[in-house]
């Protein structure tokens, strides 16, 4: 690996050198990739991507899947599935860096399906970044899809924090009995940067339950779209939280749908979008911090 | 040394400061009181820089810091204790107890501060400053920022605002541990008879001027049997300020 792949990797996995299972996508081919005896990770044969499967009760085991782009121009498409076997607990850590010093654009799309088994548990993390000199755009669409099937439950945390300059990014969830899907999603633009987010829950089975939070802060010509609809089908949990930092010329919009298809479907929308509050700024600036510092630190804080 | 000298402010047509001029020594524990709107809260406010005079100076040591801003005033030992303890989304007692001492600090340099302002150092250290906190809550972690901070003045807008007896109960503990603690100059808005107890000396404000000053036991008894205004207890048609024992 070349020393910006390495770089790269830092960004969106916090390490180059994974421990567990791993498979390293660049440049739309895999490059490296190690198995455990519980988990497996095979190439599909009829579209580009990876299937993994882990086995039923493997408990606290990590899989990376990261995906870096240093090739200008390319429009990488990838289908990872991933099917976790009952009562397994894994972390999954996934995640997109684009680096493009040139002026075409590079674009990753990374469709992954999650399969979760009765009593299954899931961590997924993805990470999301862009760098460069050039001015070719750096563009991601991941699309993430959960099937909790009874007991099982997963917590995804999604943060694109820099150089994205275009995504729109989808979230789609099943859920079945006594099942739980927690989101967390942290996003910062600046620049003429725009970002989408389409959360889409279904809550299908007896005491399902989601909690969807998104933290946002929109600089300079920035725009960021908040869309989250959730379906509750019978006696269910659901709460939504939406919440902004709007500055400069940036726009935020956010679009709330909850339905409620039965009377035991408990479902809670909440949005806030707003400047950081002055008096916020004033705490800050009496404990001996300029205007410029507690504004970072109060964003820092924010999307921590 | 703090100097105010010929302070002036005016906000819609409404005299809120008229030629304030007090000199306040160091090492001492003052309180200011008079009745809602005397001009109190905005005295504080313009010591730390919060708000602007329209005319008149503030010296500080000898130091004309005025048109200084409020991060300027904070490097130079002046610390302010929020009415209204603001709330964060993310940060977390920690970060801000860190934030307040401008350097990084162990937890358990947090949890010895937190402990001293009555609160269950490891049940609070992680959590986060927001709606979650009671008004006591908020206003203790408020004072443990300020503690931290070791500034040379320090100010307190109403302490008592916002929480409720039993809080204050202990609020006021806190106060006469650091009236015995802390040196340097601190300075209390405060209606309360408990709080007044606990001072060095007393400003009294009306109608945005200094009343008097003095050393507690020529003001208090003064204060306590002027019918004045005051948040709990008294009102205009002269009833007199409530009395909070233990």
Sequence with gaps: ?304 | MLEIKDLCFTRDNKKILEHVNVTLETDKFIVITGPNGSGKSTLAKMIMGIEKPDSGSILWNGEDITKLPIYERAKKGIGFAFQQPVKFKGITVYDLLKLSAQKDITKKEACEILSRVGLCANEYVDREVNSSLSGGELKRIEIATISIQKSKLTIFDEPEAGIDLWSFQNLIQVFEKMRKETKGTTIIISHQERILEIADEILLMKEGKIERKGEKTEILPLVLSKPVCCKLGGNKSGKRRQRITK
Aim: with cysteine; hydrophobic share 35%; charged share 25%.
């Design chain 1, 1 to 304: 690996m070349e020393n910006v792949d390495k770089e790269l990797l830092n960004k969106i996995a916090d390490t180059s050198e994974f421990e567990g299972a791993y498979n390293i996508r660049k440049n739309g081919q895999g490059i490296e990739r190690k198995v455990t005896p519980n988990i497996n990770i095979l190439t599909k044969t009829d579209k580009p991507g990876i299937d993994i499967y882990i086995k039923e009760n493997t408990k606290y085991e990590f899989v990376h899947i990261p995906v870096i782009i240093t090739e200008s121009g390319l429009n990488d498409i990838v289908y990872n599935d991933f099917y976790i076997g009952k009562n397994a607990n894994v972390v999954i850590i996934a995640g997109c860096g684009i680096h493009n010093d040139h002026h075409k654009d590079s674009q990753h799309d990374g469709i992954h399906r999650f399969f979760l088994e009765e009593g299954a548990k899931v961590k997924y993390v993805e990470k999301h970044y862009g760098e460069g000199t050039g001015d070719g755009k750096r563009i991601l669409n991941p699309v993430t899809e959960v099937y909790l099937k009874q007991g099982s439950n997963l917590e995804m945390e999604t943060v694109q924090i820099k150089g994205v300059d275009h995504s729109i990014r989808i979230t789609k969830g099943e859920l079945g009995v006594n099942t739980n899907l927690v989101i967390s999603e942290k996003i910062m633009t600046g620049g003429a940067q725009y970002a989408k987010t389409i959360f889409e829950v279904e809550l299908k089975g007896e005491n399902a339950s989601t909690k969807v939070t998104s933290r946002s802060v929109a600089t300079e010509k920035s725009c960021q779209q908040f869309e989250s609809k959730i379906i509750g089908n019978t006696k269910c949990f659901g709460h939504v939280e939406c919440d902004a930092i709007i500055k400069d010329s940036a726009k935020v919009i956010a679009i709330p749908e909850i339905v409620a298809n039965n009377v035991e479907a408990n479902l809670i929308h909440e949005a806030a979008i707003g400047k950081i509050a002055g008096e916020q700024l004033m705490k800050l600036m009496t404990l001996g911090l300029t205007e410029k510092e507690a504004e970072e630190e109060i964003i820092k804080g924010f999307l921590k």
